[in-house]
């Protein structure tokens, strides 16, 4: 077992690779993007620092990063490049390069080892990626007045993030990369509960208007 918990025994029972599971949440997040309007990039979000637009721009820069780290090349978080404008081809190009880090941790042996510059267990540095597909195209869902599918499909993905969350959120709220969980109802579905668990610095917190960020349902409204 290594420092963040994670067995060989576990590993070899794991039905789903990370990519797989990429590949699930980018079915749901990546027709989200798609059809966000222009006219609602200056829009608020559950993330307080960003708008849509900035948020946007947020996963965009995750979804290209985390595929250099699926490859053990060096990943670069220091800013975050603004590829989000109203007009062009950016939802576009977002679907690309999803497609792209579906396919660098589908890569046999992705997910062996360790990597980033902290050399964590490259399975759970997967997963970072996994939960910010997953959180944020919740998040730009309720920013722009939609629905974020969950479905028996999402099942496994919701899984997988349920134990890496617990992994890294004491490590995480203790250098500020996780702000503190946001209490849910007692018997709150699991994707909700993943919600409140998996509040990454810039995720969400608080929907538009100072409302809870884990409604009664998981609707983006």
């Given at each position: 077992?290594?420092?963040?918990?994670?067995?060989?025994?576990?590993?070899?029972?794991?039905?789903?690779?990370?990519?797989?599971?990429?590949e699930r949440a980018a079915a749901r997040t990546v027709p989200?993007?798609?059809?966000?309007?222009?006219?609602?990039?200056?829009?608020?979000?559950?993330?307080?620092?960003?708008?849509?637009?900035?948020?946007?721009?947020?996963?965009?820069?995750?979804?290209?990063?985390?595929?250099?780290?699926?490859?053990?090349?060096?990943?670069?978080?220091?800013?975050?490049?603004?590829?989000?404008?109203?007009?062009?081809?950016?939802?576009?190009?977002?679907?690309?390069?999803?497609?792209?880090?579906?396919?660098?941790?589908?890569?046999?042996?992705?997910?062996?080892?360790?990597?980033?510059?902290?050399?964590?267990?490259?399975?759970?540095?997967?997963?970072?990626?996994?939960?910010?597909?997953?959180?944020?195209?919740?998040?730009?869902?309720?920013?722009?007045?939609?629905?974020?599918?969950?479905?028996?499909?999402?099942?496994?993905?919701?899984?997988?993030?349920?134990?890496?969350?617990?992994?890294?959120?004491?490590?995480?709220?203790?250098?500020?990369?996780?702000?503190?969980?946001?209490?849910?109802?007692?018997?709150?579905?699991?994707?909700?509960?993943?919600?409140?668990?998996?509040?990454?610095?810039?995720?969400?917190?608080?929907?538009?208007?100072?409302?809870?960020?884990?409604?009664?349902?998981?609707?983006?409204?």
């Amino acid at each position: 077992m290594d420092t963040y918990g994670i067995s060989s025994e576990e590993r070899t029972r794991t039905p789903y690779g990370i990519g797989a599971l990429m590949e699930r949440a980018a079915a749901r997040t990546v027709p989200l993007v798609r059809d966000i309007p222009d006219e609602a990039l200056t829009a608020p979000t559950p993330c307080p620092d960003y708008d849509v637009r900035g948020l946007a721009n947020h996963l965009f820069h995750v979804v290209v990063e985390f595929q250099k780290l699926a490859a053990r090349q060096d990943a670069d978080f220091t800013s975050t490049p603004s590829r989000v404008a109203p007009g062009g081809d950016w939802r576009e190009r977002f679907a690309q390069e999803t497609d792209k880090l579906v396919a660098a941790w589908s890569v046999p042996g992705a997910e062996d080892g360790t990597t980033g510059a902290w050399q964590l267990p490259a399975r759970l540095v997967g997963s970072m990626a996994l939960l910010d597909l997953v959180v944020h195209g919740w998040d730009l869902a309720r920013a722009t007045g939609r629905t974020y599918p969950v479905d028996e499909e999402l099942a496994p993905v919701v899984e997988e993030l349920e134990g890496a969350v617990a992994r890294l959120a004491p490590t995480g709220r203790s250098t500020g990369a996780f702000g503190e969980a946001v209490p849910v109802p007692e018997g709150a579905p699991a994707f909700e509960r993943l919600l409140g668990d998996g509040t990454v610095t810039g995720v969400s917190t608080q929907g538009p208007g100072g409302t809870p960020a884990v409604p009664g349902t998981v609707r983006g409204q």
